[in-house]
Structures are given as structure tokens and as C-alpha cells.
């Protein structure tokens, strides 16, 4: 399939993003922590002086919202979610309904769930217990016989809902499934995790309702031992991971087939963490199987640092850091995850700059829809164009590529060889010396109608034009120097400071236009043309920038 034909195909194909909200509100899995968001600086002000931007720090754990277990959250020797690559989180799938088959504290079993539908090998198999109602962003259920006259969501979500017969885990792993995912709190069921101790009247109505329908004591269906070597030893060894609490759209997709993505934030140190979850199905015209074949010839290229507690962050920024809660050695027969409390500001690693961290009135990341971070778009490879502290204009990047009205337009200035995980590293460079846009730049992004810019430098802004310039007085110097001889103007005659001071926030973001930094990883080998490009990033509702997966598309030989 031709390029262009390609990108059309993918971008006429039917969305549905199956994550929930991740909110302040959004419960963590229970005894973990909440997010919490935290405004460390505002556009008015910045630590350190000048102005600033509107700054969050974030403490979270991330069992809150949806995520992605993967193999180091029970088996400390499995592979870190920064080593898994995309082709494991993503290919053909199955949304199972079985939301008529079981009820509270129920099994549900492989039997179940192929009585519905066929499931291949190597499927990423989603369960739909219809236990997503009870997902805090969905409207509240009505009872007349429950306490003020509505369910209590958090526990129908966490406490409450089914889980997998003992056999269940050695059946995906038979069938080679990618990943199992489900529309609740957990993948296991509740009582074979920490929730049985801590809740332990619901305890006492699970047994009892086992017996009633197995005419069996938990221990006796669930031997410990046995289920906790399936779980945290055999079942990550299988490369077997587990996706939680999806929600969203997963109605939509009652036990059709569909290519599937979870797209995780690549933590080296931490193995659970926050993902976008979505499906894509064939667009009209073309049959299924089409479509799979089209997809599966095609290749994801993962433009997205890995995230660690060694990624710098901008200026003056707060660093991540990683405090682990629990280990699976230390809970009732190994019943808990290696599970961490994280805490950072936003803007280091790959992320995603939001309308409001810069224009008080703007969206949040959470607000935007799925559909304006996915499309069309080019990579400008300008980076033969510019050196230390260069000013690239639209007709460099015009020069390498044709822009078309509406793109998602991602520079490729040759600095993400600098960055830290490069055997080039050099951060001062990196972060200090990065080229950036000329006067211009944002008023062709308007006139393009330019859907959201990508860069691989730690800023879409010039360092001249941020408080960079304030800190760094010899590189401002210098930087001067060439703008000099290049352009004949000194800096503040070519960019008057109310004009043009953090010019690509302040003046795009308003006009919808906004953009990713420090992008990466397979962008090194990534030549100039046109492709199909997503930004996946958690759907955190208060937050002013987040981190997330970006991914370019390309057809297969």
C-alpha cells in the first residue's frame, strides 16, 4: 500500500478511546495513593524569578486510572515496561461482553468467554464485566434498596466486581494473548489481592457465594501457593501483561473484533504505569480482515524517551522521583504488587505542553479528545539546517517537506542525540543550546492550521526566548552573535520581548496549537515525508501537560 493511501486509511478508520478519566477524583487501587495535582508556579511568576507558566507537580501512584501491569509488578526480574515494545501492546484484538454472565463477586471462565466470541492466538483480549458503570466518571446508578439511594461506585469498581477462575491466567497463556484487559478495578479477582484482608465483610459475602455456586472454600478453589506461582512467577516469565480499569467507549464495541493499542508511559524503574487504551476498526469500504493485514504490515515507530527517575527536567523543575509502597514479598502470600508513589513535575521525558500551561482559559490534556491527538502529518528532518542555538524558519522546513493545512508537523532538528539516554549525550547542549523558530514561525503555523508540533529538543521555543536567556548569560552572548551575522538584527530588535518572549506557548496556545517536547527514540533513523502520527497520552483531566506515548505510523513493504 502507498504511503498516502495508507495514512487515509488510518485516519478514516473508527476511533474509540477506551481510557478513563484520571482526575483528582479517580480512586487509586485501594491503600494506594491518589493523584494529587499541585500548582508550583503560575504564567505570573516562576521560582528563581521572570516570568513563568502555569507549573504542576503531580503525586500519584499508578493504579490510578487506566494502566498497564506489567511484568516487573509481580515478578521483580520481568522485563521493564520501558523494554516492551509496541508490537506487544498492540495489534488485533476482542472487546468480550460477558456483562449479562456474572454479578457480584463472580468467576467468570475461559468457557464463558469463548461461548461468546472466537478468540485467536496472540489476541489482546478485553473483558466487558459491566462493571465500567461503576466507574467514577460515569453517571450514578440509582437504587432504591442502597444507602442514599445510590451504589456506592468505588467499591462496585474495586471491591465488588468479578474475576477469573483459577484456570483462567494458564488459558491466556496457552491462547499467546499480548494482554488481558478489563473494564474494572483489577484483573484478578479482588480476593485473591490485598482487598480480601482489607475489606473483609465483602470477604465474607464472596466465600459465602462460592460455596454457594462451587460448594467451596476460597483457599480450596484458589490454593495460595499454586495461584501465586501462576501469577507473579509463570504468568510474567509468559510475557502475559494485564490492563485495568478501561473504560470510555468499550460499550461501543460489544464483542467485535478490533486493532487494539495500549500505549504506556515507558517507566524504566516503576512496572505499572499510565496508558492510553483505543481501538481502531475498519473504515467504511473494507473488510476486517483488510484492515488487520493493513495494520500488520505496518510499522510504529516510538519516538518517545524512556521515563526514569535519570530523565533531566526543564529549569528549575522538580525531578521524578519513585518512593515503592509495597513489594510482593512482603504481603499475604505475595498477594500485592512491586508497586510505587511517584511524584515530578511534568515537563521532562516526552510530553505533551497543554493549552493551559500557558493561557489560564485553556484546555487541560484530559479535555482535549482523542481524535485532535491522531492524523496526518510530516516530519521536517531539518537537522542538516542548524547548529548550536540556529534560527529555523518555515521555508527551511517547507524546503524538506510539503506542510498541507491541518498537519500534525514534527521537527527533527538532529538535538534528540544529545539528550540523556544517548551514547552523544550532552545536557548543557541540550538543554541550553537547542535551535529554535524564527519570528514568523507562529504565524505560518496559524495560516497552516497546524494541528499540534512536535520537537526533538527540550523546548519548541528558541532557550533565547525563555528564562533560559536570564540564567544563561555567556550562551545568550553567543546565540546573539550568530543571530547578528545570520539575520543582521540583534535579538531584542528581532524578537521584542512582549511579542515574542515564550513565543510558540504564548502566542499558539491560545489558537489551539500546541506541542511535544523532547521527543526521541526511533525519530534518529526517520526521514522527512508524510505519515500518520499519534500523541497517547493519560487522560488526566487537571493536568496542564502530560506525558505519553508518540508514535509515528508507516505502511509495510
Not at 40 to 55: E, I, L, S
Not at 525 to 550: C, K, N, V
Amino acid at each position: 500500500m502507498e504511503r498516502e493511501q495508507f495514512i487515509q486509511t488510518l485516519h478514516q478508520s473508527k476511533v474509540y478511546d477506551l481510557t478513563q478519566k484520571c482526575s483528582i477524583y479517580t480512586p487509586p487501587f485501594p491503600g494506594e495513593h491518589a493523584l494529587q495535582v499541585h500548582f508550583f508556579k503560575r504564567v505570573t511568576g516562576a521560582m528563581g524569578g521572570g516570568q513563568g507558566a502555569n507549573g504542576q507537580e503531580l503525586t500519584w501512584s499508578n493504579t490510578v486510572g487506566t494502566h498497564l501491569v506489567g511484568e516487573r509488578a509481580f515478578h521483580s526480574a520481568g522485563r521493564a515496561l520501558a523494554d516492551v515494545p509496541l508490537t506487544d501492546l498492540c495489534g488485533p484484538g476482542i472487546i468480550v461482553d460477558i456483562s449479562d454472565d456474572v454479578s457480584d463477586y463472580g468467576i467468570y471462565t475461559p468457557e464463558m468467554i469463548t461461548s461468546k466470541v472466537e478468540i485467536k492466538k496472540g489476541d489482546i483480549l478485553i473483558i466487558n464485566t459491566g462493571y465500567h458503570r461503576y466507574s467514577w466518571d460515569q453517571p450514578d446508578i440509582h437504587n432504591d434498596e442502597a444507602q442514599g439511594g445510590v451504589e456506592a461506585k468505588e467499591f462496585g469498581f474495586l471491591v465488588r466486581h468479578p474475576g477469573p477462575s483459577p484456570d483462567f491466567f494458564q488459558w491466556a497463556i496457552d491462547m499467546e494473548l499480548k494482554v488481558v484487559g478489563v473494564d474494572c478495578g483489577c484483573a484478578e479477582h479482588p480476593m485473591n489481592t490485598p482487598i480480601r484482608y482489607m475489606h473483609t465483610r465483602d470477604f465474607e459475602k464472596a466465600e459465602a457465594k462460592l460455596k454457594e455456586t462451587h460448594g467451596k472454600t476460597w483457599d480450596e478453589m484458589f490454593p495460595p501457593d499454586k495461584y501465586y506461582e501462576l501469577t507473579h512467577v509463570t504468568m510474567p516469565k509468559s510475557h502475559l501483561l494485564l490492563a485495568e480499569a478501561i473504560v470510555g467507549q468499550i460499550d461501543e464495541l460489544k464483542n467485535q473484533r478490533a486493532w487494539l493499542m495500549i500505549m504506556p508511559i515507558p517507566y524504566m524503574e516503576v512496572g505499572t504505569a499510565w496508558s492510553r487504551v483505543l481501538a481502531h476498526r475498519p473504515p467504511e469500504g473494507m473488510s476486517e480482515d483488510e484492515f488487520f493485514e493493513v495494520m500488520g504490515n505496518s510499522e510504529m515507530v516510538d519516538l518517545t524517551v524512556p521515563f526514569s527517575i535519570q530523565t533531566p527536567q526543564w529549569a528549575n523543575y522538580l525531578p521524578l522521583t519513585v518512593t515503592y509502597t509495597k513489594r510482593v514479598g512482603g504481603q499475604n502470600f505475595g498477594m500485592g504488587r512491586n508497586l510505587a508513589t511517584c511524584n515530578a513535575s511534568i515537563h521532562l521525558a516526552t510530553h505533551m505542553d497543554g493549552e493551559i500551561h500557558f493561557w489560564p482559559r485553556g484546555r487541560t490534556i484530559g479535555q482535549v479528545p482523542l481524535e485532535e491527538w491522531i492524523g496526518p502529518g510530516v516530519v521536517a528532518d531539518i537537522s542538516d539546517l542548524v547548529s548550536n542555538g540556529s534560527v529555523y524558519t518555515p521555508e527551511m522546513i517547507e524546503s524538506v517537506v510539503e506542510v498541507k493545512e491541518g498537519d500534525i508537523l514534527l521537527l527533527k532538528t538532529g538535538w534528540h542525540k544529545y539528550g540523556w539516554n544517548s551514547p552523544d549525550s550532552d545536557e548543557f547542549r541540550y538543554m541550553i543550546k537547542h535551535p529554535g523558530p524564527s519570528p514568523d514561525f507562529s504565524d505560518w503555523c496559524v495560516s497552516k492550521k497546524i494541528s499540534w508540533i512536535g520537537v526533538d529538543a527540550v523546548s519548541a521555543d528558541h532557550p533565547m526566548n525563555t528564562i533560559q536567556r536570564i540564567f544563561h548569560p555567556k550562551t545568550f552572548k553567543e546565540a546573539n552573535e550568530k543571530l547578528i551575522a545570520t539575520f543582521g538584527k540583534d535579538w531584542d530588535e528581532m524578537y521584542p520581548l512582549d511579542k515574542y518572549y515564550q513565543d510558540t506557548h504564548l502566542n499558539l496556545f491560545p489558537k489551539g496549537i500546541v506541542h511535544a517536547e523532547n521527543l526521541g527514540g526511533g525519530i534518529t533513523d526517520l526521514p522527512s515525508g508524510r505519515y500518520y502520527i499519534g500523541a497517547y497520552m493519560q487522560r488526566a483531566i487537571e493536568a496542564e501537560t502530560m506525558w505519553g506515548r508518540f508514535v509515528v505510523f508507516k505502511e509495510g513493504a
